[in-house]
């Protein structure tokens, strides 16, 4: 009865959100009357309603609020809100647990994997010529076929980025790039990098917008893992894609993107760079913090693990590298030790 209760009140409010969607019968999406949602983009709605056992549950991914959908509807119209009140009093729900003010922690809902979306400036990989020169690029980095899809090209990046974002305020040479896009856990796009190709301006081999004004970190692949199971993060977007359930950090401070998301277990795979300062000094803290770090063996060739599938290594012995080779506490000091060279 509560869920029926909790439709029936809540549907009453549709023309009070600034915008609404019903995406299937327990899911609708808003924009946040808690927060105003983006103040740039006024397309932006990151509220939801969603089912949470027999009722309903609000939560925004941009304020971060949570709250029964009886807290949600006192917010926006308080005569509505008595009104339901007294419906849930009448048919002898307990009204207590649904009109309590407090924020608490409701997980993020799933809505299952979008179909690959299209772009006025930019077209999927796979749909290209067999020989683009995009494609010999992939091809040359051993980027397995069946995620062409997921990958694009554009003659023109800066007319892309104006497309899918346009108040990103950078300066962008409208040069041919490969488009790798982040997806959030919600399958919204959160953001888009472009790979210099041969005739882009490869000073700036990667140039990277976020497609909305979340503080949250970047972080490539959050809609294609499983936080159920191990999580690896490697630092590389190409990287992942060669590696089972794996986040790409886009920098090299795995241990600050490990704090972006819960899973089961987090495995750090730095790139194999031993004389690098910089590697070897995050290594050593994310040591510190008690993850779980690969400390690649000394014949392992290839910096990164694109260049390991290069090398010869396919994908599944690289797997079986990074099982036998993942430590945490002293142990994985220990093994540090030997493997940095500075």
């Given at each position: 009865m509560s869920l029926s209760t909790d439709l029936k009140y809540f549907l009453l409010l549709t023309p009070r959100f600034e915008k609404f969607q019903r995406k299937s019968d327990y899911l609708f999406n808003v924009r946040?009357?808690?927060c105003g949602d983006s103040q740039k983009n006024k397309n932006k709605m990151r509220g939801y309603v969603f089912r949470k056992k027999n009722d309903l549950v609000y939560k925004c991914h941009n304020c971060g609020a949570g709250m029964g959908i009886g807290n949600l509807i006192k917010h926006i119209d308080s005569n509505i809100h008595r009104e339901y009140i007294m419906e849930r009093y009448k048919s002898g729900e307990i009204v207590s647990s649904v009109n309590k003010s407090v924020m608490f922690d409701i997980p993020a809902?799933?809505?299952?994997?979008l179909e690959t979306p299209s772009y006025q400036n930019a077209e999927r990989c796979d749909l290209l010529p067999e020989q683009h020169f995009?494609?010999?690029?992939?091809?040359?980095?051993?980027?397995?076929?069946?995620l062409y899809s997921k990958l694009y090209f554009t003659s023109n990046y800066k007319k892309f980025c104006d497309e899918v974002y346009p108040n990103h305020g950078k300066d962008i040479t409208p040069d041919a790039r490969l488009i790798i896009p982040f997806y959030d856990?919600?399958?919204s796009l959160s953001g888009v990098s472009g790979r210099a190709l041969t005739t882009a301006d490869s000073k700036l081999r990667y140039v990277t917008i976020k497609t909305n004004d979340s503080p949250n970190?970047?972080?490539?692949?959050?809609?294609?893992?499983?936080?159920?199971k191990p999580v690896k993060v490697v630092e590389g977007p190409i990287d992942s894609l060669f590696l089972n359930n794996c986040l790409a950090s886009g920098d090299s401070s795995l241990h600050v993107t490990a704090?972006?998301?819960d899973a089961t277990e987090k495995i750090l795979i730095f790139d194999n760079e031993p004389r690098n300062k910089?590697?070897?000094?995050?290594?050593?803290?994310?040591?510190?913090l008690g993850h779980n770090v690969v400390i690649w063996p000394d014949n392992m060739r290839g910096k990164d693990i694109n260049e390991m599938i290069m090398g010869g290594i396919s994908p599944d012995e690289i797997e079986e590298i990074i099982s036998k080779n993942t430590f945490n506490g002293l142990e994985a000091q220990a093994k540090f030790i030997f493997w940095k060279k500075v």
């Open positions: 946040c009357p808690l809902p799933r809505f299952g994997k995009c494609r010999t690029y992939l091809d040359k980095r051993q980027v397995p076929q069946e856990e919600w399958n970190k970047l972080i490539y692949g959050l809609d294609r893992v499983d936080f159920t704090k972006y998301f910089e590697i070897v000094k995050l290594m050593k803290d994310a040591i510190k």
